[in-house]
C-alpha cells in the first residue's frame, strides 16, 4: 500500500524559509514523478513543483520559481520542498502526490497517490 507522508508545515512570517519532506513507502516509485501542490481556502489544488524520481529532473511553477526548491533523497525515499521568500499568499494547505512519469504533468488528476496535506501559513 502506497502511504505519502508529509511534514514540516507551521506558520512563519513573511520573508522566512520553511522545508516540506514528504516520506513515501509502499512501491518502487522510479518512473514516478513526485509533485507538490498546495490548496488555498475556497481555491482549486495547485501545481507547485514536480521531480522525476529516475533522473531528478525539476519543473515549478511560475509562482515559485526561483523560491523554491525541489528535492529527492532516493536513499530515504524522501522528497523535500524547501521554501524561501515565503509570501502571504504561499498560505495553504501543501500536499505530496506521485504519479506515472508518462502521465503525471501539472495537473491533480494525473497523479494516483496523495499524502494527507501539511499547512503551511505566512504571516504578513
Known amino acids: 500500500q502506497v502511504q505519502l507522508v508529509e511534514s514540516g508545515g507551521g506558520l512563519v512570517q513573511a520573508g522566512g524559509s520553511l522545508r516540506l519532506s514528504c516520506a513515501a513507502s509502499?512501491?518502487?516509485?522510479?518512473?514516478?514523478?513526485m509533485s507538490w501542490f498546495r490548496q488555498a481556502p475556497g481555491k482549486e489544488r495547485e501545481f507547485v513543483a514536480a521531480?522525476?524520481?529516475?533522473?531528478?529532473?525539476?519543473y515549478y511553477a511560475d509562482s515559485v520559481k526561483g523560491r523554491f526548491t525541489i528535492s529527492r533523497d532516493t536513499a530515504k525515499n524522501t522528497v523535500y520542498l524547501q521554501m524561501n521568500s515565503l509570501k502571504p499568499e504561499d498560505t495553504a494547505v501543501y500536499y505530496c502526490?506521485?504519479?506515472?512519469?508518462?502521465?503525471?504533468?501539472?495537473?491533480?488528476?494525473?497523479?494516483?497517490?496523495w499524502g494527507q496535506g501539511t499547512q503551511v501559513t505566512v504571516s504578513s
Open positions: 502526490a506521485a504519479g506515472d512519469l508518462r502521465r503525471a504533468g501539472r495537473r491533480p488528476n494525473e497523479y494516483a497517490y
Open positions: 509502499g512501491r518502487t516509485f522510479s518512473g514516478y514523478n
Open positions: 521531480i522525476s524520481w529516475s533522473d531528478g529532473s525539476t
